[in-house]
């Protein structure tokens, strides 16, 4: 059996030394070898993100309907404590993004992600069989607190990625989180109150008549377990290794008797050589995290006021929309905004910089949204083209900013720091989150 020192030795390739037994230098090994995307770790990376997002939105659809079946107020109280419910969510992971991120620092990204994925399994189901206020409420709290592999998910995407492809990991991380917000209402109004929907394959008196709501958490559950299975064959992209500047030898009684020359000569790959100086003291990812939560706080305030705006009646400078005419135009907007991602935006990021298409695009969405009053005076087709046309161009500029700014932020910080770095910022969009439909109701 190999010694330890035999163990650590490092294993020298074109002039940067990788760990033997370290995952993380495994992964920068294969990214050497490797020169095109890294299409089984991308593809699970996505599914991962879909698997934390059809939870969040898919409640939303059957939501009133399951309050009104607690018979815990009147009807005319059941949006107050279905707000509840909907907010508990964000505000369980609020508490605990950062705690998750300083673990996926220390222990790696993917134990936390497969944490993240068995809450949903755990929390999902128990939700969906919620007989009571308090459970449900309890539930979606819980599922919140242990569900922080959004952070981890955003770092684990640039490290297993060579650096020119580094902005495509990331867009698949945005498109799918917005594929499931969007089809994850879909889903729930489908699969809820399955009994009267389809009575001739559901019995009131089945378990799926009981608890009407459960089915939709099944079957999310179903596909977390898969992708569950699944996330084990992703390897870990965290250095298990002291990084540049760590003097373990001195420490260890076992690394003690190390030759000198290797302790002088350890090295880690170039991507580790940062200054290991204090996150809060860190000024790009401060600034980075800073701008994401703002802009998090202007885009929320925006779907909200978007909304409330177009199905407004023309005489008070509304759009006169239905229901239906929004959903069509968000649709519409959503399928131009998923091939900007995936085939326009990284490119784009690669040639021009993430800080240079950043600031573009902030600029660009002020005037933007300046013509917005504007468009209510159009009518019939050049309205529809209007609005349309904004509504692409203002969720491609929002889509710009938020993953120039995860490029920014995972870029700005040494890798034993990556997670905590997203999980800050995770617990600032969080919180102004909860801001942004408030604030943006009032006005």
Known sequence: MASRSDQCEPLLRNSVTYHENCPGCKVEQLKETRKGYPLKELTLVGLLVLCNSLPISSLFPFLYFMVRDFNIAKTEDIGYYAGYIGSSFMFGRFLTSVLWGIAA?????????????????????LFGLSVNFWMAFSMRFLLGSFNGMLGPVKAYASEVCREEHQALGLSIVGTMWGIGLIIGPAFGGFFAQPADKFPDIFSKTSLFGRFPYFLPCLAITIFSIIIFVATFWLPETLHKHPLEGEKKGDDDPELGSEDKSFQENKQVPQKQKNNRKSLLKNWPAISSISIYCVYSLHDMAYS???????????????????????????????????????LIFPPLANKAGAILITRIAAVLTIPLLAIYPFIGMLSDVLLWLAIIC????????????????????????????RGAANGLSMTGMSFFKTLGPTGGGSL
């Open 390 to 417: 904004a509504s692409l161009l203002k969720n491609i500029l929002a889509v710009t900013i938020c993953t120039g700014t995860f490029i920014l932020l995972n870029n700005s910080v040494p890798q034993d720091q």
């Open 105 to 125: 620092d220390k222990y790696g990204r993917k134990p936390i992600m497969l944490i993240g994925v068995f809450s949903i399994v755990v929390f999902n189901t």
């Open 304 to 342: 909200e006021i978007f909304s409330l705006w177009a199905v407004s009646l023309k005489q008070y400078g509304g759009l006169g929309f239905s229901t239906s005419d929004v959903g069509e135009v968000l649709s519409i907007t959503g399928f131009g905004l998923l091939i900007f991602q995936l």
